[in-house]
C-alpha cells in the first residue's frame, strides 16, 4: 500500500486532527471496520510496549460470507498489512508505533498475548467475549478479525464501558465441542482465558464459531 497524505509535505504545523481523519478514513476505505482509539495507559507496561494509545478495528469476513478458516487468514493478512501501513506512517511522522497483530503477539508456545486484540475490542465496546472465548459483535458476530496498531501519537480516545456477555444460557458451542475445551461459563471482565476455555485442548474444527447463534444473526 502506498498513500501520500497532506500532500506529501510533512515540515512545518501539521493539523493532526486532519491527518487522523484522513489516516482513519483511509483505514475504512481499505475495508476496516469499528475503527476505535483507544487510552491503554491503564494497562501494564510491559503488555503495551510503553505505548499509551491504541487504534483498533477488524475486519469482517463479509461479502464472502464464508466461516472457513482460509476467510479467516485472508482476513488476519488483511488486517495486518494495514496495521504494518498505518503503523509506518505514525513512524514517518515522528511518533513510535507498532502493528499489533497476531502474528507480532500471539505466543505459540503458550497460545496467549499479553495484550489480546480481542481485549482492545472490549475496551472499545464493541462486543464481549463469548463462551468459546471469542470476541462476539452484536453486527458481525465472530465472523470477523481485529488487528490494531499501538503508538504515542496523543489522539482523542473513544474508550467505553466493556459490552456485558449476551450468550446468557445459550450452550451451544459447548456442546458441539467435542474435545471438551469449552466450558460453558459465562465471561465477565476479568475472567481468565483459562476459565472459558481449554486452550490446548482446541483443534480449531471452527464449530463452535459456526454454530454460534450471532453468527447465524450477522448472517441473516
Known amino acids: ?34 475503527i476505535t482509539v483507544l487510552d491503554i495507559s491503564a494497562v501494564p507496561l510491559e503488555n503495551r510496549r510503553g505505548l499509551d494509545y491504541a487504534i483498533v478495528y477488524t ?17 488476519e493478512k488483511k488486517g495486518e498489512a494495514l496495521a504494518e501501513w498505518l503503523a509506518r506512517e505514525l513512524i514517518f511522522l515522528g ?26 475490542a472490549v475496551m472499545a465496546g ?3 467475549i463469548g463462551k468459546n472465548s471469542l470476541f462476539i459483535n452484536p453486527e458481525y458476530g465472530s465472523a470477523l478479525s481485529i488487528a490494531a496498531v499501538l503508538t504515542n501519537m496523543p489522539l482523542p480516545t473513544q474508550n467505553a464501558t466493556p459490552m456485558a456477555s449476551r ?12 474435545p471438551g475445551a469449552i466450558k460453558g461459563r459465562l465471561w465477565e471482565p476479568g475472567l481468565p482465558r483459562e476459565e472459558l476455555l481449554d486452550a490446548f485442548c482446541c483443534t480449531e474444527c471452527f464449530q463452535c464459531l459456526a454454530q454460534c447463534p450471532w453468527n447465524r444473526i450477522s448472517r441473516g
Open 126 to 128: 464493541s462486543g464481549w
Open 167 to 178: 450468550c446468557g444460557d445459550c450452550n451451544i458451542c459447548r456442546d458441539v465441542c467435542v
Open 59 to 75: 475486519i469482517p469476513l463479509y461479502p464472502e460470507n464464508d466461516l472457513s478458516w482460509p476467510a479467516f487468514d485472508r482476513a
Open 95 to 120: 511518533y513510535e508505533a507498532y502493528p499489533h497483530t497476531l502474528k507480532n503477539v500471539f505466543n505459540n508456545k503458550t497460545l496467549s498475548s499479553l495484550l489480546p486484540n480481542k481485549t482492545l
Open 1 to 34: 500500500m502506498n498513500v501520500k497524505f497532506l500532500n506529501g509535505e510533512i515540515s512545518g504545523y501539521i493539523n493532526l486532527e486532519k491527518l487522523l481523519v484522513e489516516l482513519l478514513t483511509e483505514l475504512k476505505n481499505q475495508g476496516a471496520h469499528m
